[in-house]
């Protein structure tokens, strides 16, 4: 019985090198991947304080949450600008792509949801005065929502371009001023007390606002002003949902205690989950 002859290494690469599925692999430094995403720098964020393993998986959730805000940011700024061009159909799908990207953000709560109080403890010292309110990003997101306050730049005094961006953002438009400017200039009879507010303060509701809402929701559904709000409540209802989830998480791993950075920790949490994002889409409903 004749034997079989093994394959070499050299013939089994230049077999492989034949094959029409197989990728360039030869690059000189790094590769394209690496230059356009920068993996390397991303995997390597990564500094952990304690030596509780359970660190790694809050410190990588909390990067990937930044990184979540960074994009809806941008995709809200792109609803923003569109808004101020009248070009509803580009606002309303950059808000449908953000609520993807809420689902994404909200599901970064699942590593950390079960976590217990002594699990937590074990690397809560690590964090030191650090707390999430102090995220620049999470707050340019409160601002665009038209949840503003000035005392929320006090933070970031001592980082002057990080500051100066909040600020920014502080003085513009929020999204949703952006939304009733256009409902303005359709016709619609948004107060002037609103269309001229100082911006730079938090959105109140207004009965009038409201009586708006319910007019549009009372007519045609497939007007472009009322699939704009709908996309609006889907926003403002993932909103709610993060903070929920956010609360539930905090109040499994640490209870009523204090929050870091001396915040009221599920008090605080607590007056933030119940407050509307976007009040008269959710009021005008009543009035349908």
Do not use: C
């Amino acid at each position: 019985m004749s034997q079989q002859a093994h394959p070499t290494p050299q013939h089994t690469e230049a077999a492989e090198a034949n094959e029409p599925e197989t990728p360039h692999l030869d690059f000189e430094g790094t590769t394209p991947y690496e230059d356009y995403v920068r993996a390397d720098v991303l995997t390597h964020l990564q500094q952990t304080l304690s030596d509780d393993p359970g660190e790694m998986v809050f410190l990588v959730t909390t990067q990937v949450m930044e990184l979540w805000f960074t994009v809806i940011v941008h995709e809200w700024e792109t609803a923003a600008r569109a808004l101020r061009s009248d070009d509803v159909p580009t606002a309303v799908a950059a808000l449908k792509r953000s609520v993807r990207e809420l689902q994404a953000l909200n599901a970064s709560w699942k590593p950390l949801a079960a976590l217990t109080p002594a699990q937590f403890n074990s690397y809560r010292g690590a964090l030191g005065e650090g707390s999430g309110f102090q995220s620049a990003m999470y707050r340019r997101m409160e601002f665009l929502l038209g949840d503003k306050s000035a005392s929320m730049l006090v933070p970031h005094r001592g980082a002057p371009r990080v500051h100066a961006e909040l600020e920014k953002a502080l003085h513009e438009p929020s999204l949703y001023d952006e939304v009733l400017r256009l409902l303005a200039r359709r016709g619609h009879a948004i107060p002037d007390a609103v269309l001229h507010r100082d911006v730079s303060l938090r959105h109140e509701p207004s009965e009038e606002v409201e009586a708006v809402w319910a007019a549009l929701y009372s007519g045609d559904p497939d007007d472009e002003l009322a699939r704009l709000g709908e996309a609006l409540t889907d926003v403002a209802e993932l909103v709610w949902r993060w903070r929920n989830d956010h609360l539930v998480a905090t109040r499994r791993a640490m209870g009523a205690k204090l929050g870091t950075g001396g915040s009221a920790g599920v008090a605080w949490l607590e007056k933030r989950a119940r407050k509307n994002v976007f009040p008269e889409l959710w009021t005008a409903r009543s009035h349908v």
